[in-house]
């Protein structure tokens, strides 16, 4: 019974020797493959949204120099727009000068032919005979 009891524990002293570090050893190695596996996922993450941050801010960085185009756009039609209503206004007021010159014009003419060219009249009134 004795040997029994020694053949016992030498069989439980080989395997806690040697049976239970190699199940550590396979758990270890599942979990560091896993752990593994799982840091490689997050790096990948980590890489797709580092990637996906670049692309917004290259859509915003484009959007804003969009923005500040549309911007200049619309100042310069808002320029151009004045400066039309200016012209407009300018030839408005070259039309006005033009009709009043011309009737100063016509109204010379007819002062130079109902002029009176003859000299020293006392009783001159404007000629009436036309």
């Given amino acids: 019974m004795e040997q029994i009891s020694n053949v016992l524990t030498l ?3 080989i395997v806690s020797t040697v049976l239970l570090p190699l199940v550590g050893v396979f758990l270890f190695y599942g979990q560091k493959k896993r752990k593994e596996e799982a840091e490689a996922k997050s790096a990948e993450a980590s890489a797709k949204k580092s990637e996906t941050d670049n692309i917004t801010a290259y859509a915003a960085e484009w959007k ?29 007021r070259i039309r006005e000068l033009m009709e009043k010159n011309t009737e100063l014009e016509l109204k010379n003419q007819m002062l130079e032919v109902m002029k009176c060219k003859k000299r020293g009249c006392k009783d001159r009134e404007p000629p009436s005979d036309y």
């Fill in 11 to 13: 069989i439980g002293g």
């Fill in 64 to 92: 804003e120099l969009y923005e500040k185009k549309e911007k200049k756009v619309q100042d310069l039609d808002a320029k151009i727009d004045s400066l039309y209503v200016q012209i407009n206004d300018d030839r408005q």
